[in-house]
């Protein structure tokens, strides 16, 4: 998540606790008030049934001291108590522990602040746990490159090798592989912080697109698999960053190419409506179950592990793309009916 949505998270849980913190001494003023209630109510029980007697004035004292004292223990145990929870709790997410949550308590106010720490502390959790599980993914993804040239140079160096063009080439592949992947982390970065530089153009989205399609037809013929494009006559012009565009088509229409066996269809079509320009790539490939289709968006997740090793993918492409399209007030979501049956993927542009 961008540090502008961290930022509004605090600030929601700022503003709650600044509104429960009012409650609080309305709360703690209240138990005050009562006290004093109390003690004028006794007061005047006293002087009605005890006037002129020794015993008023230790009375006077008892209800006066009792009052006081029940006060004290009220506010401790429904207020500086809680408190003192909120603080330590608070103390063990600063040094790391995310764990931590606090109970429900009998106060609405308390009860509220509570729900929004927990739901502060559940996001941090989150938040860590994708940092530790990012570290994991780029460790795995550079120790294969980097085994394979570290293995390649052992061999060459034990003369086990051949230092011939073939051998080469294997490790140009695989430095080309790391250079990819550097790119594309840092195009991550700069996506998912938010700073992302638009050089938005007024452009003819469709023919962008089959300029796109026509750069990729080489790769779709190698394969054998048929790339087909329906496009809607007299689609409006668009204000688009063509180069961040382009990268969002190649992610997909890659995407398709790699998950799509040979002798399927990937077919892209769009058209416009009052407000969006919509853009549909579908395919006959490998498919996706339904419980993936909300984290295949996720940086690093794949649906088919062992087939994207093995195709070099690293699970980062859909992530960019749905950046890429935030920057440019799109959204982007994924259809499939189950294994075997194909995906569609699609998103939409603000014409505006």
Known sequence: MSLCAVQGIVL??????????????????GLYLLSYIIIIGAELLILWLFSGTPEANILRYIVFFGAISASLILVRQRIIKPIQ???????????GNYQSRLPSYSSIELHQMAQAFNQMASYLENVETQRVALIGNVAHELRTPLTNIRITLEGLIDEVLTPDTETFLDMQNEISRLQRLVVQLERLSQAESGHIPLKKQLLDYAQLTKTICERLYVQYESKGVDLVTTFN??????????DLITQVLINLLGNALQYTPPGGRVTVEIYSDAEHMVTRISDTGIGIEQAEL??????FYRADKSRARSSGGNGIGLTIARHLLLAHHGV??????????????????PLS
Request: hydrophobic share 45%; no cysteine; charged share 20%.
């Open 294 to 299: 909300a984290s295949i968006f996720e940086r």
């Open 85 to 95: 929870q909120m603080t330590r709790a608070s103390l063990h997410i600063a040094s």
């Open 233 to 242: 006559p007299d689609l409006p012009l668009i204000h688009l960053d063509p």
């Open 12 to 29: 929601m849980v700022v503003m709650r606790k600044m509104k429960s913190s009012v409650a609080f001494y309305r709360h703690i003023e």
């Open 332 to 349: 982007i979501h994924a259809e499939s009916a189950g294994l075997g049956r194909g995906s569609t993927f699609i998103f939409t542009l």
